[in-house]
């Protein structure tokens, strides 16, 4: 009877490894980032709140960030590790919510980091009611930063814009299958098809009304050299939805593309006064 008591404890314990589903899935999208990953890495593995796991997708980092990875995998302080020689980031954060286990996933880019004790603050809000999470957040340019106020009603805005944070986002497992997840098709814009889509399709948003992230400025789709690439993928968003709203800002964009090509003497790509003008015409 002793035996086959302790088989079943056994079987139970092993079955509930098997079967944890945290509440929710932190995941982080790497290549090459740098010792900017460990700040991102070390925000979430100091969060008090643990009813997560972490979860990163390395493109074939070849500067040592994989190795610091497989590091932390060995150590058992992130869950899950996948090298992936992704054709893009919105493929690598695709088979990372599909390998997920949460209800919630989080995105946190590498060089970004999450407020300290977010994770315990976001606690409550995390219910079957809401379908998608946001809240405010920093921007940290090279030279100052500046706080990035998201209002309750900003979901509201993204028939013109993507009027939303990414990284201050929590989306529902289940949302994402629905909407079958992000639009491979899409290099920068992906984040913004899909809200909008949600949005479209009566999903419920729910403003936390807190700081969550902290957010370098300066990737992928603050690029000089992307804005070109940009345009056209707003343009092919805002004819899906027949949205006129967008066409004005594809117009801005390419304009100032032409413009900065015409008139700058070797204009560096990490431009700050320039995107701290975009920031500001994406929220008008």
């Known amino acids: 009877m002793f035996i086959f008591k302790n088989f079943i404890y056994i079987n139970l314990y092993y079955q509930s490894l098997f079967f944890f589903v945290p509440l929710l899935t932190i995941l982080t999208v790497t290549k090459n980032p740098g010792y900017e990953v460990i700040k991102t890495v070390n925000s979430v593995l100091s969060q008090s709140f643990k009813d997560y796991e972490y979860l990163i997708v390395d493109a074939n980092s070849t500067d040592g960030t994989y190795e610091y990875l497989k590091k932390l995998k060995k150590e058992k302080k992130i869950n899950k590790l996948i090298l992936q020689k992704s054709k893009g980031i919105y493929e690598a954060i695709n088979q990372g919510i599909n390998a997920s286990k949460g209800k919630y996933i989080g995105i946190i880019h590498a060089a970004d980091s999450y407020a300290k004790e977010i994770f315990f603050k976001l606690n409550k809000s995390f219910s079957n009611k809401n379908d998608i999470l946001f809240g405010s957040g920093k921007l940290s340019f090279n030279f100052f930063n500046t706080n990035i106020h998201i209002k309750s009603n900003a979901y509201k805005q993204l028939d013109k814009s993507m009027s939303l944070l990414h990284p201050s986002t929590f989306v529902k497992k289940e949302i994402y299958k629905k909407l079958n997840f992000y639009e491979e098709g899409f290099k920068i ?28 400025f300066g990737g992928i789709s603050a690029q000089l050299k992307n804005s070109v690439i940009i345009a056209q993928e707003l343009a092919a968003i805002s004819n899906n939805y027949k949205d006129k709203n967008l066409i004005s800002l594809n117009f801005l964009l ?28 994406v929220k008008l």
């Open 189 to 216: 814009a992906a984040d913004f098809h899909f809200f909008k889509k949600a949005l479209n399709n009566n999903y419920k948003f729910f403003n936390t009304k807190l700081e969550i992230t902290d957010i370098k």
């Open 254 to 281: 390419i304009f100032l593309k032409v413009f900065l090509d015409i008139s700058k003497k070797k204009i560096k790509n990490n431009l700050n006064i320039f995107y701290k003008f975009i920031y500001l015409v």
